[in-house]
C-alpha cells in the first residue's frame, strides 16, 4: 500500500495547517503514550455516557453539568499537550511548565464534577477556593484557547471580561453597572450560564459523538472509498477531475466538521489530476476549498451547529436537516455547473474512462433500474421493520441486529468479488479511472452506518447523541471485522493479524476522533464566556441598538453588516465559535429589525444565515486557512487562491440573502410536492446565477446578458418580490375594524399588524405582529381565544390588557400599546406566475447565445483538392 501524503517542499507548510485540528506536536516515547491514551479515552468516556449502558447497570451516571466538566478537562488537557505555547517551543517534548498547566486547567475544569454537591449548597455565594479555581480556570482557558485556536477568540472573550467587571466607567450607551469580581467567576465558571453553558452542553451531547463517528468512518477506510467512487462516475467528463473533487468533497463533509481537514484529505488526490487536466494551480485550489469549505453545510454533522441550532432555535434536530439539506445541495450542484463552465471555457477534457463504453440508454435503464431496486429496497425495509417490531416485542432489537449483521456480511461478500480499493499515490501518473461496478460494490458495506445513523434519527426518532452512539457502535463492529471477514471470503485469512489490525485502526480512529475535538470543545467553552458576558451585562441590547442605528433601520443594509462582521470575525475564530458569538449578538436584532419592516423573519433562517457567513471566512483572503491549505498542495499563491475560492463561493454568499426574504427554501411550511418544484427551480435559479457570475454559459456572455440572467436568478428565486407589485398580497383597513377583520380572514391566514408601543427601557418602538386565525367563528370569539382586550380612546385603538400566558401575551401585545394599521390577506394571484416571463426571458438569452456559437459549429469543411 503506497503513502498517500504528496511529497515535495510544501509538505511540511501541509502539515502545519493540517495540524490545527490535532495540534503540531510530535511528541515521542512516554509523553506521546500519554497523550494518546487520554484522547482514546475521552473518546469511551463520551461514548460510555451517550449509551443506555450507565442505566442499565446504574453505575457512571453523569449530570449534563458533570459531563460538561469532565469534557472540559479532557480537553483542556490534550490542548496543553497538543499545542506549543509558541513557534519556536519544543515539538518532540513537553516542557515541565506544560504538563503543569495541563493538569491544573483539568483539575479546574473538573472542579465542577468533584465539587458538585457542594456547589449545589452554596447557589450564587461563592467561597475564596470556588473563586480562586475560577480564576485560574478562566486564565488557562484563555491560553489554551490561544494555543489552540489562535490569539482572536481568546481576545474578544479577555474584552467581554473587562466589559463586565468595567461597566460603570464605559462612555455612554455601552455604560452599564457592572458585576463584582466574584459575580463574574461564580456566573462565567460555576454556573452553567457562561463557560459550561449551551455549547458547551451540545459540544459533550451530540458533537463529540458526530466527529468520532467520522473519524472512525474514515479509519475504516470510507474517505477512500468516497473519492475512489467519485473519480469512477465522474472522472471520464468535461473537467471530469475537477467534478469529482466536488462529490467526493461533498461526501467527505458528511463525515468530516473541517473544511481544513476535508481540503488535505481529498485535496491531496484532487488538486494533481485538476492540474493534470488543464485546471491552473490557483483553480484547481480554488474549486478544492469550495468544495471542501461546502462540507461545512451538509447535513448531518454541519461543523456542529445543526447541534447549537437545536438548543438556540429551540426546534429539534430534524427539524434542523430539513432546513438546512436543500441549500447545501443546490450550492454543491451549482459548484458542479461552474466547473463544467470552467472546463468548457478552457476546452478541457476528462481522463480515459476505466468503463466500457455503453449506449446512453443502457446507461440510462441501469440507472433507473438501480434507483428502482433502492427505493424498493427501502420500502421493505420500512415496512418488514414496521411489522416485526410489534411482533417480537422485546426481542425486537436483537433480531433487527442480528439481520443488520446479516446484511453486512452480504455487502462483504459480495464485494470480495472484486479487486480491493487501494490507495492511490498522488503524483504517480493516472492512465485509466477506476471502473464504477468494482469501485461502488467493494465498499457498499460503508453505507450502512449511514443508514443506521439517519434511521435512528429520522424513522426512529431517537436524539441525535443517542442516534451517534448507535451508528458509532455498529462502526466499531464493523472496523474490527471487516478485515477478517473479507480476507476470509477472498480465501486469504490471517485471523490473528486481521483482528490485530482493525483493533489498532479502533485504536487510531479513537484517537483522531479526540484529537478532532480539541478545538472544538475549547472553542465552545470560549465562546461560553462571550455567551454568558452578553447575559450578565445586557450587551446584545446596546449592540442592538448601534448595529440598528448604522444601518438605518433597513433590513438588507443590516443583513449586509452581519455578514461582514461574520467574515471579519471568521478570519481568526473557528466556524462554530464564529456562529455561536454572531447569532448571539445578532440573530434577535435581525428578527426585531425584520418586523420593524414588516417582514417576520423565522429565528432558524438568521441562524443559518451567520452560519453561512461564518463558513465563508475559510476561503476569505487574507486568513481563509482552507486556502492556505490548498495552496500547499497546489503550490499556487494562497491569497489569490483564497479569492478564486471568494469567486466560486459567490453562490453560498446569496443563498443566505435569498432564503431570508423567501423561506421557501428552507422548507418552512411547505408540503412535498411544493418542496419538490421548490428543488427543481431553485437549482435552476442557482446554476443561471452561476453562469452569469461566471460570465459564460453557451458562448462567454456579453455584458447584458449576465445582467439578464442575474435578473432571471432573481425572479426565480423570489418572483413575489415582482407578484408584489402588480397584486398586492394585503389590504390596508382602519384600526377599528380589527376584531371585523380577524373574524374574517381564513383558518390558514394572518393578519398583519403595526403596534406602536415602548420597549423594555421606555424608549418608543415599532414592529408588525403577524396575528393568526385563532378559534372561534366571529372576530369576538377569536379576539377572546387569542387572549387579546382592545379599547377605542380619542380615535385610537389601544391594548387595554392581554391575559396573563395568552398568545397574545407571545406574540408581543402589551398594556397601552396603540394599532397603527392592520392589512387582511387578499386573494393574490400565485407567484410562481412569475416564473413564465422570467423563463421566456431566459429562453431569449439561450437563443442569442445560440446563434453565436451555431455558425462555429456548423461551418462547412473545406474542400480538398488534389
Known amino acids: 500500500m503506497t503513502d498517500n501524503k504528496p511529497s515535495g517542499p ?55 453539568t458533570e459531563a460538561r466538566s469532565i469534557h472540559l478537562a479532557f480537553a483542556v488537557f490534550l490542548a496543553f499537550m497538543a499545542y506549543p505555547a509558541f513557534k519556536r517551543s519544543p515539538r518532540e517534548r513537553m516542557p515541565i511548565p506544560d504538563w503543569i498547566l495541563a493538569i491544573v486547567a483539568a483539575f479546574c475544569a473538573s472542579y465542577l464534577y468533584f465539587f458538585y454537591a457542594q456547589l449545589s449548597q452554596r447557589p450564587g455565594a461563592p467561597i ?71 455549547a458547551l452542553g451540545v459540544s459533550t451531547s451530540f458533537v463529540f459523538l458526530f466527529v468520532l463517528f467520522g473519524a472512525l468512518l474514515d479509519k475504516a477506510g470510507a474517505g477512500n472509498y468516497f473519492i475512489k467512487v467519485a473519480f469512477s ?141 433502492l427505493m424498493l429496497m427501502s420500502v421493505i425495509v420500512y415496512y418488514g421493520l414496521g411489522w416485526l417490531k410489534p411482533a417480537l416485542g422485546e426481542s425486537a432489537p436483537w433480531v433487527i441486529a442480528l439481520l443488520l449483521a446479516a446484511v453486512y456480511v452480504g455487502l462483504i461478500k459480495l464485494g470480495s468479488n472484486y479487486p480491493p480499493l487501494e490507495i492511490d499515490d498522488p503524483n504517480s501518473e493516472i492512465t485509466t479511472l477506476p471502473r464504477t461496478k468494482p469501485t461502488v460494490m467493494v465498499g457498499l458495506h460503508y453505507i450502512l452506518p449511514v443508514v443506521v445513523l439517519v434511521w435512528c434519527l429520522m424513522v426512529e426518532r431517537l436524539s441525535p447523541g443517542l442516534s451517534a452512539f448507535w451508528a458509532t457502535a455498529f462502526m466499531i463492529f ?34 483522531d476522533g479526540a484529537r478532532n475535538m480539541i ?39 443590516m443583513l449586509l453588516l452581519t455578514g461582514v462582521l461574520s467574515l471579519i470575525l471568521g478570519m481568526g475564530l473557528p466556524t462554530t465559535a464564529n456562529y455561536i458569538v454572531v447569532s448571539a449578538l445578532l440573530a434577535p436584532v435581525i428578527v426585531q429589525l425584520g418586523e420593524q419592516n414588516g417582514l417576520i423573519v423565522p429565528l432558524i433562517a438568521v441562524h443559518m444565515f451567520v452560519f453561512y457567513f461564518g463558513i465563508m471566512a475559510d476561503v476569505t483572503p487574507p486568513v481563509g486557512l482552507a486556502s492556505f491549505a490548498a495552496a500547499a498542495i497546489s503550490g499556487a499563491d494562497p491569497i489569490r487562491t483564497g479569492f478564486q475560492a471568494f469567486y466560486y463561493s459567490l453562490r453560498t454568499a446569496a443563498l443566505p440573502f435569498l432564503f431570508i426574504f423567501n423561506t421557501d427554501l428552507l422548507l418552512i411550511n411547505v408540503d412535498w410536492l411544493h418542496g419538490v418544484i421548490i428543488f427543481i427551480v431553485a437549482t435552476a435559479a442557482m446554476l443561471i446565477f452561476a453562469a452569469a457570475t461566471q460570465g459564460f454559459m453557451l458562448v462567454k456572455s456579453r455584458w447584458y446578458e449576465s445582467l439578464l440572467l442575474l435578473l432571471i436568478a432573481f425572479s426565480l428565486f423570489r418572483p413575489g418580490f415582482w407578484m408584489d407589485m402588480i397584486d398586492a398580497p394585503y389590504q390596508e383597513v382602519p384600526p377599528a375594524q380589527f376584531e371585523q377583520a380577524l373574524g374574517d380572514i381564513g383558518p390558514n391566514d394572518h393578519l398583519m399588524t403595526r403596534i406602536d408601543g415602548f420597549d423594555a427601557y421606555g424608549a418608543p418602538t415599532s414592529f408588525v405582529i403577524q396575528v393568526p386565525a385563532t378559534e372561534g367563528d366571529t372576530g369576538a370569539e377569536r379576539l377572546q381565544s387569542l387572549g387579546l382586550h382592545l379599547m377605542e380612546e380619542d380615535g385610537k385603538v389601544l391594548v387595554d390588557m392581554t391575559d396573563f400566558g395568552s398568545q397574545a401575551e407571545k406574540l408581543g401585545f402589551d398594556f397601552d400599546q396603540q394599532i397603527v394599521t392592520v392589512r387582511v390577506p387578499t386573494s393574490q394571484m400565485p407567484k410562481e406566475l412569475m416564473w413564465i416571463p422570467a423563463l421566456l426571458l431566459f429562453g431569449l438569452v439561450v437563443a442569442l447565445q445560440r446563434r453565436r456559437r451555431e455558425p462555429k459549429a456548423n461551418k462547412p469543411e473545406p474542400i480538398a483538392t488534389a
Do not use: C
Request: aromatic share 8%.
Open 10 to 64: 510544501d509538505q511540511a507548510k501541509l502539515d502545519e495547517l493540517a495540524a490545527t485540528d490535532t495540534g503540531g506536536r510530535k511528541l515521542t516515547g512516554t509523553p506521546n503514550r500519554i497523550l494518546l491514551g487520554v484522547a482514546a479515552l475521552w473518546s469511551l468516556f463520551q461514548l460510555w455516557i451517550a449509551s443506555p449502558l450507565p442505566f442499565i447497570v446504574g453505575f457512571g451516571v453523569f449530570s449534563a
Open 233 to 373: 462516475l465522474l472522472g471520464h467528463y468535461r473537467g471530469g477531475p475537477a467534478k469529482a473533487a466536488v462529490v467526493a468533497s461533498g461526501l467527505t463533509g458528511l463525515i468530516s466538521g473541517s473544511s481544513i481537514a476535508n481540503t488535505v484529505t481529498t485535496g491531496t488526490f484532487t488538486i494533481p489530476m485538476m492540474k493534470r487536466v488543464g485546471f491552473s494551480a490557483t483553480k484547481a485550489g480554488a474549486v478544492e476549498v469550495s468544495s471542501s469549505v461546502n462540507g461545512q453545510i451538509m447535513p448531518p454533522v454541519m461543523g456542529a451547529a445543526a447541534f447549537l441550532m437545536v438548543e438556540y432555535v429551540g426546534i429539534s434536530y430534524l427539524e434542523v436537516i430539513k432546513h438546512a439539506f436543500l441549500p447545501a445541495v443546490i450550492s454543491y450542484i451549482a459548484l458542479l455547473y461552474i466547473v463544467h463552465l470552467e472546463a468548457m471555457k478552457a476546452g478541457m477534457q476528462g481522463l480515459p474512462s476505466g468503463n466500457p463504453q455503453r449506449p446512453w440508454l443502457n446507461k440510462i435503464i441501469g440507472f433507473l433500474t438501480g434507483l428502482v431496486g
Open 478 to 511: 464493523i472496523i474490527l471485522t471487516q478485515r477478517p471477514v473479507d480476507a476470509l471470503f477472498r480465501g486469504k485469512s490471517d485471523l490473528v493479524n486481521d483482528i490485530k489490525r482493525g483493533g489498532m485502526d479502533l485504536w487510531d480512529g479513537l484517537i
Open 519 to 557: 478545538g472544538i470543545g475549547i472553542a465552545t467553552a470560549t465562546a461560553g464566556i462571550i455567551v454568558g458576558a452578553v447575559a450578565q451585562t445586557g450587551v446584545g441590547l446596546v449592540l442592538a441598538d448601534l448595529v440598528e442605528t448604522l444601518s438605518m433601520g433597513n433590513l438588507l443594509l
Open 128 to 198: 475564596l477556593q470556588d473563586v480562586v479555581v475560577g480564576v485560574v480556570g478562566i486564565v488557562l482557558l484563555l491560553e489554551a484557547t490561544r494555543r489552540a485556536l489562535g490569539p482572536p477568540l481568546m481576545i474578544i472573550a479577555l474584552i467581554f471580561l473587562v466589559y463586565s467587571l468595567a461597566g460603570p466607567y464605559m462612555p455612554g450607551i455601552l455604560a452599564h453597572r457592572g458585576v463584582s469580581f466574584s459575580g463574574l467567576v461564580n456566573h462565567q465558571w460555576l454556573t452553567t450560564q457562561g463557560v459550561f453553558g449551551i
